[in-house]
């Protein structure tokens, strides 16, 4: 596993599969907080669900009332398991403080795949991460 090391925005430890999208995201009206499944138009996780994985994304986008999105995620029991961005704007910082939800920013994504196994340590501020088996 590769370590990246980056800062924790929202302390927590787990394991999980990474859900990738290469471009910002909106939780007011981007993601539906009952089901977690992504409802923006054209998104390309559009129709993809959040709930039990890792979703990295570069940065949100959108009203602050994503915060409380995100925070209905976890009330609704469709949260992800951890959010990794390469800069967490104070949107998501404060849904997933509100949610509990661990994050960690500063990473670079890049490289990062929908699929790949990833270990969010929100202490220490890292993410060890593993390449899907082909």
């Known amino acids: 596993m590769e370590k990246l090391q980056g800062r924790s ?5 787990v ?10 995201l909106s939780f007011y009206g981007g993601v539906d907080f009952k ?3 992504v409802i ?4 390309e996780l559009e129709g993809k669900c959040v709930k039990g994985k890792i979703l990295v994304f570069p940065c949100g986008k959108g009203s602050t009332v994503g915060s409380y999105v995100i925070y209905g ?3 609704s029991g469709a949260a992800p398991l951890a959010i990794i961005n390469m800069e967490t704007e104070t949107i998501v910082a404060t849904g997933v403080i509100l949610a509990g939800i661990p994050c960690v ?5 890049a490289n990062i795949s929908t699929g790949d196994l990833l270990r969010v340590d929100a202490q220490e501020g890292c993410v060890e991460w593993q390449k ?3």
């Open 73 to 75: 995620l976890m009330k």
């Open 105 to 109: 920013d500063g990473i670079a994504i």
């Open 15 to 24: 394991s999980g599969e990474a859900l990738v999208s290469r471009t910002p």
């Open 40 to 43: 923006e138009k054209g998104h």
């Open 9 to 13: 925005v929202s302390p927590g430890l």
């Open 132 to 134: 899907k088996s082909s």
């Open 35 to 37: 089901t977690g499944v």
